[in-house]
């Protein structure tokens, strides 16, 4: 833990958030509304399916303006309101972001990044392929589920010889516990394994992604109630800031703090893979 935190200010990762979250933010509101878009085409609803990706916690999500889905929901009916300005945008902001996020996973685990530029341009949208793919199956199972739950719930036999607090408790730690933390696991398992220019043990990966995707979940849920009943800057901001732009502040205070988790687990798998290394050499 000693090791992870000093390496962690060595590598100046915090500089390194800061700069990652500035271009989550650029390409944040186009990515937004496409995927409003094509989830309304699945599930009918854009709110649900922000919900169903399992990135936020309810607290969160009260905080919102409610204002926040209404337009969400108007873009999402016609995708051309964005414009090509407005996607090609987005793309390049998101070059930017996974392009920093590459160069600073590969300078924590001292890896050379001097690829070409179509490699490195592959390994940037593979990335975010494979994000989106793992997004599109949050969605689908939550959506499985809950129309799973709803049959549970209609049946006769589970009304009659099953306590209703029973079902509840496991539908509960399903979506709230398992669905999230299953998720968190998968991406940063899947930066940790496959963006270092070095080859990462698949244990030194696993452990890593397990540690820093249990300390997000737990984040998430702390960083909503901190904000709502604690922090003075979020109280402060509700009352000053009303409506979207309180929004925009706590998206980008959580964004900025989830990156400082997700380098921090890439310095505790950088340590762990060095030693299994010297453990096999």
Same mark, same amino acid.
């Given at each position: 833990?000693?090791?992870?935190? !000093?390496?962690? &200010?060595?590598?100046?990762?915090?500089? =390194? #958030?800061?700069?990652?979250? $500035? @271009?989550?933010?650029?390409?944040?509101?186009?990515?937004?509304?496409?995927?409003?878009?094509?989830?309304?085409?699945?599930?009918?609803?854009?709110?649900?399916?922000? !919900?169903?990706? &399992?990135?936020?916690?309810?607290?969160? =999500? #009260?905080?919102?303006?409610? $204002? @926040?889905?209404?337009?969400?929901?108007?873009?999402?009916?016609?995708?051309?309101?964005?414009?090509?300005?407005?996607?090609?945008?987005?793309?390049?902001?998101?070059?930017?972001?996974?392009?920093?996020?590459?160069?600073?996973?590969?300078?924590?685990?001292k890896a050379t990044y001097q690829k070409s530029f179509v490699y490195n341009r592959l390994m940037e949208y593979m990335i975010m392929f494979i994000i989106g793919i793992i997004l599109l199956i949050s969605l689908s199972i939550t959506a499985i589920w809950t129309a799973i739950h709803r049959t549970i719930r209609e049946s006769p036999f589970v009304a009659t010889h099953i306590n209703p607090k029973i079902v509840s408790l496991i539908d509960n730690f399903f979506l709230q516990y398992l669905i999230p933390f299953t998720l968190t696991f998968l991406v940063f398992f899947s930066l940790y394994k496959l963006i270092p220019e070095v080859k990462v043990h698949t244990r030194a990966a696993v452990i890593a992604a397990g540690v820093a995707a249990l300390l997000w979940e737990v984040f998430k849920r702390f960083f909503a109630f901190y904000v709502a009943h604690i922090s003075a800057i979020g109280i402060v901001l509700s009352k000053l800031l009303q409506g979207t732009l309180t929004s925009i502040i706590f998206f980008l205070l959580w964004i900025s703090f989830s990156l400082v988790i997700l380098l921090w687990g890439a310095e505790l798998a950088a340590v762990l893979n060095e030693r299994i290394h010297q453990q096999h050499a």
């Open positions: 833990m000693k090791i992870t935190i !000093r390496k962690f &200010n060595e590598d100046r990762c915090g500089n =390194f #958030a800061i700069t990652i979250s $500035y @271009f989550a933010l650029l390409c944040s509101v186009p990515l937004v509304a496409l995927f409003a878009y094509m989830s309304t085409k699945l599930l009918g609803n854009s709110e649900l399916a922000f !919900r169903s990706l &399992n990135i936020f916690s309810d607290e969160f =999500f #009260a905080k919102l303006d409610p $204002y @926040f889905f209404q337009r969400i929901q108007a873009v999402s009916k016609n995708i051309t309101n964005l414009g090509w300005f407005g996607l090609i945008g987005s793309l390049v902001a998101a070059s930017f972001l996974f392009s920093n996020l590459i160069y600073a996973i590969n300078f924590i685990f």
